[in-house]
């Protein structure tokens, strides 16, 4: 599956962001989704994740209440509603899908993605 994630830009601290990924292909409700972030001169990071009939969420604990992944698999689209950002939030987000079959315990573990996006630049400025 092919990702492209959007909705990426300048806000500021307080602010409102929606990202979207949209994916190819008609299999995208056969596939769990994520959302990781990597910051200026720091490792890439999980954030959120969903699964593919969208029954279970995961929040990293630094966005737990105040970001929401969601989906709509007949759109074949994946969100993340990013309310309250902080300047800490600023990074180049990317969403990834796997189909792993252990997805509610490696959810947050890069390496079990199989297919990534190009990533989508939030700065948040104080």
């Known amino acids: 599956v092919q990702l492209q994630a959007s909705g990426g830009g300048l806000v500021q601290a307080g602010d409102s962001l929606r990202l979207s990924c949209a994916t190819s292909?008609?299999?995208?409700?056969?596939?769990?989704a994520g959302w990781f972030r990597q910051a200026p001169g720091k490792d890439r990071e999980f954030v959120a994740a969903?699964?593919?009939?969208?029954?279970?969420?995961y929040y990293a604990d630094y966005v737990k209440g105040r970001f929401t992944i969601s989906r709509l698999n007949a759109k074949n689209t994946v969100y993340l509603q990013m309310n309250s950002l902080k300047p800490e939030d600023t990074a180049v987000y990317f969403c990834?899908?796997?189909?792993?079959?252990?997805?509610?315990?490696?959810?947050?573990?890069?390496?079990?993605?199989?297919?990534w996006g190009k990533g989508t630049l939030v700065t948040v400025s104080s």
């Open positions: 969903i699964r593919r009939d969208g029954t279970a969420t």
């Open positions: 990834a899908a796997t189909s792993t079959a252990s997805y509610s315990s490696y959810h947050a573990t890069e390496r079990v993605y199989a297919s």
């Open positions: 292909g008609r299999t995208f409700r056969n596939y769990h």
